[in-house]
């Protein structure tokens, strides 16, 4: 079976949580606040989320979640957290 990729997982990840969008399909360009109404807790509970299924360290991803604004920013910021701890 092929490993997910990153993206996929992230966009798996954001499907689940935001079911009942209204921005039709979550793409790299999607933005996190604006599109998907993403707030504070939301944000907290991805951040564990992200941290289950990738081991980057909550602390890390939580300082860069901060300047994280759209889909693609979030997904770079797990795929740079991931090639530091490697």
């Known amino acids: 079976m092929k490993k997910q990729s990153v993206e996929d997982s992230i966009l798996s990840l954001l499907s689940e949580t935001f079911p ?6 979550i793409t790299r360009d ?4 604006r599109d998907l109404d993403a707030d504070s807790m939301t944000m907290v509970s991805l951040i564990f989320s992200i941290d289950q299924k990738f081991h980057v360290g909550t602390d890390q991803l939580g300082d860069l ?8 920013d979030l997904i770079n910021a797990t795929e740079r957290l991931q090639h530091e701890r490697a």
């Open 20 to 25: 009942e969008r209204t921005c039709g399909a």
């Open 30 to 33: 999607t933005d996190l606040a």
């Open 65 to 72: 979640i901060v300047n994280c604004h759209t889909v693609g």
